[in-house]
């Protein structure tokens, strides 16, 4: 079955504790992304990789890490989370072919982070 | 800049009745447009899309959306609601160029009642 797997679904830690959020999907697509989802702001581009070892920031970068090592997985790294990254955050991929802005994303089912 | 505007953020329907959900975008070239559904605790889940031809496209679950130009909307349509479809609905662009490459509206969600 074709999908974007998130691990962990839930996640709750202290202001500071570095933490990794694992994405991998098995379509071979070349497009990845992280977004947030905040109340009242919709899902916010954290970071996109539109292959491998190519990875770029999106609009809400700051805070975030991540790498694209191999095609399939694409981590988020928090180095010293804070509370105002206490979110709902969402990976998605797509085939990059033209676009990829021109191809569906493929979500996985979601990290909800707290941080205190 | 690319923008999209979901100017309702909740609305409640009927079920059977017909559902129209509003999207207005902004973008300067020609825009490849989508509309996701996110049920409780699940990712989005792609139901429609345009990217040319047709400005009425058909989708999954019954939905349909209209592309007007003119009015730069890309309107979700529904004929009749069933209590399933209650879930977050977000209109999407798909944007070229260095870096992001989908803007999102901030969702309508839907509340379908007996």
């Known amino acids: 079955e074709a999908q974007v797997t998130q691990n962990p679904r839930y996640l709750i830690t202290v202001t500071g504790k570095k933490l990794t959020v694992t994405c991998s999907q098995n379509m071979n697509h070349e497009y990845m992304s992280w977004y947030r989802q905040d109340p009242g702001l919709g899902l916010r581009q954290i970071y996109y990789?539109?292959?491998?070892?190519?990875?770029d920031k999106g609009d809400v970068p700051e805070g975030y890490k991540v790498s694209r090592k191999e095609k399939r997985n694409f981590p988020l790294i928090l180095e010293s989370p804070s509370p105002n990254q206490t979110s709902l955050y969402f990976c998605?991929?797509?085939?990059?072919?033209?676009?990829?802005?021109?191809?569906?994303?493929?979500f996985g089912n979601g990290t909800r982070l707290t941080v205190t | 800049a690319q923008s999209v505007t979901q100017p309702d953020i909740h609305i409640t329907v009927s079920e059977g009745a017909s559902l129209e959900l509003r999207c207005n975008y902004s973008?300067?070239?020609?825009?490849?447009l989508f509309w996701y559904v996110q049920s409780p605790g699940q990712g989005l889940q792609l139901l429609l899309k345009y990217f040319s031809g047709d400005t009425l496209v058909q989708g999954i679950k019954g939905f349909e959306a209209e592309f007007k130009r003119s009015q730069s909307s890309f309107n979700l349509r529904k004929p009749s609601v069933h209590w399933s479809d209650a879930a977050e609905y977000f209109c999407?662009?798909?944007?070229?160029?260095?870096?992001?490459?989908?803007?999102f509206g901030t969702g309508t969600s839907l509340t379908v009642i007996p």
């Open positions: 998605a991929s797509s085939f990059a072919g033209t676009g990829p802005y021109n191809s569906p994303l493929h």
């Open positions: 990789s539109m292959n491998v070892e190519v990875t």
């Open positions: 999407a662009v798909g944007a070229s160029g260095r870096g992001n490459q989908f803007y």
């Open positions: 973008y300067g070239a020609t825009p490849y």
